[in-house]
């Protein structure tokens, strides 16, 4: 089969991670236009990438018969309505999530895209790093034994001050979740793909630290090292804030396996902190997203371990996710790569696989729906579903 051709929607900032992971891979897939707020948005864009191709509008994209897939980078509010048009023009499509702001939405399109035999993918990279796709067959070959309980959490701190600001703060962009939704999917995500089993009650406890929030009457970047500030006017604007800058979790599993779990994007110095420890009853592993070539096992006799990756080491299927040999550091536009890889591989193949699919997409719109409403009746959830094979187109 040819090198697919892809068009990228969005020129934020993870549109251009999207461009550089498929520039990664060129035996499989071109990059070749990108569409922006604006024209000169994609046109400064293409330029930086070298992309043949600025469109003045994402619709003007999917018109174009040699895109043969798109890339949904876009605020969140706007996920749905884009992966629809796009299927319905014929083309393979990967949405950053969340897939969709409801389950209904979500429901939509994973049947518009199975009805219609397109690729799907939802942009769910944290589980590319390679020690983390090693301790997936670990754990499903039964190295750490009966699992019996799991904690962790995802925490960052690019809202921790009262004048910080991005389009996520607003839930008629970024739906009625913020922390949840853009935090705990990524989580939970991962916890179900390593451990195999699906999370299927939930206790929530949502807080806001800042209720009322200044907004800089200008643009602001996300993830800016810097705290918000006003155009050259001096102008703010105070406004209400309605979704949570953290949240607890306590959770089980359809196996019986307790969990909890913290996201925050008000912790001080954790900038991209995603983090786990999962309990068996033969070994414990450890593994954060700030240190991602070391994973932690623990053991109840002899000493602990701490691995660093090497392919050498690991298990034969989960080699192929290292980019590097040992002693070469792997990071995160390493595990956009390999996503992209796995997912464009299989369009190749005409056979889906292990990528994160939009059912996966649909799984975390419905466990965090669980969580926004156990937080809303301070009461346990069970979380609706359970999701479908993923593995199927």
């Not at 299989?346 to 729906?369: H, K, M, N, W």
């Amino acid at each position: 089969m040819s090198v697919m051709r892809v068009g990228v929607i969005g020129t934020g900032l993870i549109g251009p991670v999207h461009i550089e992971g498929l520039q990664r891979n060129p035996d499989l897939v071109q990059a070749v236009g990108v569409a922006g707020t604006s024209l000169d948005k994609a046109r400064a864009t293409a330029r930086r990438y070298g992309l043949p191709k600025a469109y003045e509008s994402w619709e003007e994209m999917l018109q174009d018969r040699e895109i043969d897939a798109v890339h949904v980078c876009s605020p969140n509010h706007l996920h749905h309505g884009m992966v629809k048009a796009a299927l319905l023009a014929g083309k393979h499509v990967v949405c950053e999530k969340p897939l969709a702001l409801t389950r209904a939405e979500g429901e939509e399109l994973v049947e518009l895209a199975t009805s219609r035999g397109l690729f799907h993918g939802v942009h769910f990279n944290l589980r590319y790093y390679p020690l983390v796709q090693n301790l997936k067959r670990k754990i499903r070959s039964g190295h750490l034994g009966k699992l019996v309980n799991i904690h962790g959490g995802f925490l960052q701190d690019w809202l921790l001050y009262r004048d910080d600001y991005n389009w996520r703060l607003e839930s008629s962009k970024a739906g009625d979740t913020r922390v949840v939704g853009d935090l705990a999917s990524h989580w939970f995500d991962m916890i179900e793909f390593l451990t195999g089993q699906q999370v299927q009650q939930v206790c929530a406890d949502f807080s806001t630290v800042h209720p009322v929030r200044r907004k800089p009457l200008g643009s602001v970047q996300t993830f800016s090292s810097a705290p918000s500030s006003p155009d050259d006017s001096g102008a703010w604007e105070e406004y209400q804030v309605d979704t949570e800058d953290q949240a607890s979790v306590l959770f089980r599993t359809d196996q019986g396996v307790q969990g909890s779990a913290l996201f925050s994007q008000v912790a001080a110095g954790r900038k991209c902190y995603l983090n786990f420890e999962i309990h068996g009853l033969e070994q414990a592993a450890g593994w954060n997203s700030e240190e991602p070539n070391h994973i932690w096992y623990g053991n109840r006799e002899g000493t602990n371990q701490v691995q660093v990756k090497d392919p050498s080491s690991f298990e034969e299927e989960a080699r192929k996710y290292c980019s590097y040999p040992g002693g070469h550091q792997e990071g995160f536009g390493d595990t956009v790569k390999q996503f992209m890889r796995d997912f464009y591989s299989s369009v190749q193949a005409g056979t889906a696989g292990d990528y994160p699919s939009f059912r996966d997409g649909l799984r975390e719109i419905e466990v965090c729906e669980a969580l926004l409403t156990s937080a809303r009746s301070g009461s346990w959830q069970k979380v609706q579903g359970p999701a479908k094979d993923s593995t199927k187109i």
